[in-house]
């Protein structure tokens, strides 16, 4: 260990955002403790059904991640677990972690849930937050990870038959709470939130009217696994509701309480719940939110607000609703509130209460432990130019703990804690993590399929049902099958063993298992052909628990019948298995990154104290970007003082070469080997490098609305603050005029920035010239998180803040030089003039006229804004779906320094993940090309989503293997049929399915 | 009506009397009663016992050793823990609990067979004649103690039953011991749960039902309701059969 430092991180909160950063310190070379207080992680996100704007399940796209981070031999996982001291310092800390007793043996536990079925004592299921009951042995839900059942010892009353019907002898009544000191280099925070205590708002009857719910248990309301089976029922009888009414800012933007902020992501997971609240129901559901200003603020949420008003129908109340009764008899609701200066009173069904976010719980105890600070809600202190270091070195912070915020903000910022933690301890890359080997492989190419079955009893959960001895004998009988049995559990350690044992014994070289589902189970039993030198490939599964026991659980005849007719189709297919090898590149360990903004700066940077060599192209004659314009903040900080000092760091650090004045032109390769040629001057230059990364930032949007450019008072944002910094502004009215040329039908979504620009600059004239007037004209105000104090401070200090809509957009006239603007006062019905000194237009950052050519040299999207579009919106917000290309800053879409700073530092984390390693390998399940049959159409490069096709030198497609995803559009569109996909042959697929008719049609 | 001899069957245990003792003709005075030597009244499975109130007996008796004296080690205790639920259900069931008792007797004392009989006789007398026993049989309350009969069929409740002593009288797995006032706590939870639970199931199986029209026939809360059916589904008794208008419908599911 060169100089003391220990190649390990330890991350606290199994949420979305821990297991990203755990995921990617683990990818990069590193060993990673990943602990939870809960049994099981995933932590908020596993508990909600949609995800906004795309309205993805959120369990099947998180389920993957969490599977990963379960089997990542390089992630240890720590649950039911806290931190209880901490020595050392950055670099070499020494933790203590405290793990309280499941009294269930994790080793030997498979998760079949006989004992929660026997179980004869219930509890109140808090993962459902309290909406229906548990037994006292349980998981948390279904896809749990890990996928061990826990004892709640408050409500077990020890009768100890669990212990008896266990068949996996996994329960230890004895088992008690351990304690281990781990070394580790660095630690992450992602303690993730806890959802406001709707009680402390005692108007609006949480607690008292059964039908007031909150909305993370809407949240498992509307969820297929939660309490009511994915149906919405009104708790006091069970009945669907026809009309749902939603309160915002509940516990959040509340001066009250002490709660100011805003928790950011309510406005749009309560617009989420109403589009799928109406989807769920089968008859016609009205849904309404009572807000304050709707929040839209995120990269095209604006367009999915809308569509909720005019495709689905979802009504939304501006006001603040005063309080909430209950009709004792019906137990409908009564909403009380204001409209337009008038009070009224509507009737719901259903009251869903948006909660804020609130610190997580003992975030005092955790502070204290760890010795780091806390801003004045308890959150974690963080700085604009530091956002992700917490105020003790070596420790950083990601997610909802650092500010309130949404998924992919949390998953972008959690790669970007992975990056200030490995840099840490970049040093020992490498070191604590473990490779395994295996023994070589052997040919099976001339021999004769012979296939082991192994059918799985899963305890009960199959064998309840499907009679497996039927079916092994049934599988004994069909072609090259040579050896079937069964057992008590398939995936168990032991059988494992067997498997290879059978495998040696009878020279098998196909394996079958029939048990649960492949998208679990199938690394495993690759795992365990592998290590018995089996190509991976060799191996097929047939999901007879969800396909047979689950879903005919009360028919066992057919669902026996079922599971031998799914084993006979994978026995077909594995009969014409071909061993695949995984494609193996190599990596050229040098990053590129195009833009020297901070964003671009920051990645090159990060990606340098990795130890990588990083080129950072920039078009401008100098580094900066956006900055350059940017003279104060919010906060206390100097932004051109940070400037400087980041350009100096970057100028400094030998790892990194500048290249100003310098237009990309040419790009060509692929993840690991990309071939770049640059231009500066008359000068072109080639690059070799690995990894790409996009920051090339966006523009401003210059405004042709109200006089711009006509009238020398009528300036932008930028342009006023550059006249207050420089000691040039002069007025005595101002008036801002928010959403210039966004929020339009030319650009329907948000610009996230100019409110808090607008407020920033008010604040600032109310510095320097407290007597002068500022109005600000504005649609919503959009102050999200911590920013919201300062919305509130300039209210206080006289700013005034005046409402507009579409239909009265403010009005901008110069009658004899003077400039008039008409401002639509909502209360009093009439248009207020008023004669400002300034005009300051609150504009857009919009994309950057040539992101089209450099999207088209990369082969990557834009968004229809003109964006770059991410590899997925909610959970790859940093990646592009071309491997090896990554994105961050303004180019993804409008955001203040310290997100751009956060993804920068994610964007060379995910980078690091490719240029750590010396090969890549890739998945072995891809296309080929027969390249007798092609005649070079190029469909198939059309098709291709991955730009994995090219054409060679002879005009004939081939395929990129490392590039290739497997999908097979190409193969069956492919006009010639000269694309094979491998694993999933057409002959493999027919052989399947004939398998599966084969006595069913024709009896 | 006129109430003659009340109909008694009376679960015996094989070594508390003689055939002598048991064959007194007296008794016949008495009551009209069937007697069923069993080896121990430890076996008297729970479900025989209401199924012969079913089947229109006035009272059922057991009668055993005294502890602690039992033939086979202590079945007579786990026989006094089933009465004491069984009581428990009939009372839910509306039926009166004191047609079923259990009595010891003790191998060292003079054995008084005809005395026991003439009091319990004498106790359904008072009663009268049981409302399944008339010809025209109470039909809720027949639905009631099959509901009863069908919970203590069931899992749950007999595990409780089978756990009580070792847990309350000796430690449980965890080493401790659970009071008695804990463990009845439970246990009276659990048997109102699982009489309500298998009286839904009785009612579903006729039928679809809303949670508004069980609550209505069980007369209780239907948010209580709610929750059962939430159980019942969890434990695949049974499944939504449709949904009319906004009001989901359940059916219960025959095969378990």
Known sequence: MADGKIGAVLVVGGGVAGVQAALDIADS??????IDRAPSIGGVMAQLDKTFPTNDCSMCILAPKLVEAGRQPNITLITNAEVTELSGKAGNFEVRIRKQSRYINEEKCNGCGLCAQKCPVEAVDAYNRGLNDRSAIYIEYPQA??????????????????????????????QEDTETTLKIGSIILAPGFTSFDPRLKTEYGYGRFQNVVTSIEFERILNASGPYGGLILRPSEGEIPRKIAFIQCVGSRDAQLGNNYCSAACCMYSIKEAIIAKEHVPIELECTIFYMDIRAYGKEFDAYYNRAMEEHGVRFVRSRVADVGEDPLTSNLFVHYVEDGEPKTEEFGMVVLSVGMRPPENVEKLAEVLGIGLNRYEFCQTDTFSP????????????????????????????????????VIASERGKLITVKEYPPERDVSREEPRIGVFICHCGINIGGIVNVPEVVEHAKKLPDVVYAEENLYTCSQDTQVRIREKIRELNLNRVIVGACTPRTHEPLFRETLREQGLNTYLFEMANIRDQCSWVHMHEPERATEKAKDLVRSVVAKARLLEP????????????????????????????????????LVERAKELGGHLRHIYYLLGSENPQEMLRSIIEDVSENERIHVHLNTAIVDVKGYVGNFTTIIRSGGNEKQIEHGIIVVATGATEYEPTEYLYGIDSRVLTQRELEERLAKGQFNAKTVVMIQCVGSRNEERPNCSRICCSQAIKNALKIKELSPETEVYVLYKDIRTYGFKEDYYREAADKGVLFIRYDDEHKPRV???????????????????????PDILALSVPAV????????????????TKDGFFLEAHMKLRPLDFATDGIFLCGLAHWPKPIEESISQACGAATRAATILSKKTLEVEGIVAHVDEDLCVGCGLCITLCPYSAIEKDETGIARVQEVLCKGCGTCGASCPKRAITMQQFTDAQIVAQGLAVLRGVVHG | MSFGKPKIVCFVCNWAFTEQELAVSRIRKVADMSVVRVMCVGRIDPVIMLETFIKGADGV??????????????????????????????????????RLEVRWVSPVEEVRFTGIIEDFAKQLKKLGPSPLAKEKYDVNILEDVSAAKNAVADFRLRALIGKEKELTRSVNAYGERISQIEFNALLDEVVKAEFIRHKILVLARKKPFSVRELAEVLNIKPAVVLRHILNMRRKGMIALANIDGATPLYEALEVR
């Open chain 1, 29 to 34: 070379g590193f060993k990673v403790y990943l």
């Open chain 1, 145 to 174: 990870v890990p996928l061990k059942y826990m004892i709640d010892r408050e409500k077990c009353i020890g009768c100890g038959i669990c212990q008896e019907i266990c068949r996996a002898e996994a329960v230890e009544y004895e």
């Open chain 1, 388 to 423: 992700i270091e917490t105020s003790k070195p070596g420790i950083f912070v990601c997610g909802a703990f650092a500010a309130p915020k949404d998924i992919p903000e949390s998953v972008a910022q959690a790669s970007g804690a992975a990056a200030k933690a490995i840099a």
């Open chain 1, 580 to 615: 695949l090898k995984k494609p193996v590149t190599s990596v050229i360990p040098v990053g590129l990154v195009i833009g020297g903004g901070v964003s671009g700066m920051t990645t090159a940077l990060e990606l340098a104290r990795q130890g990588f060599e990083v080129h």
């Open chain 1, 813 to 835: 006239t110069r009658e004899n030089g003077k400039l008039m603007v008409l401002a639509w006062a909502p209360i009093l019905k009439t248009w207020v003039p008023v004669e």
């Open chain 1, 847 to 862: 994309p950057n006229a040539n992101n089209e050519h450099l999207a088209r040299m990369l082969k990557v999207p834009l």
């Open chain 2, 61 to 98: 008796l057991l009668v055993g050793c005294a502890p602690p004296d039992c033939h086979f080690v202590e079945g007579n205790v786990y026989a006094e823990l089933t009465v004491k639920v069984l009581k428990k259900l009939l009372v839910l069931a509306d039926l009166e609990p004191e």
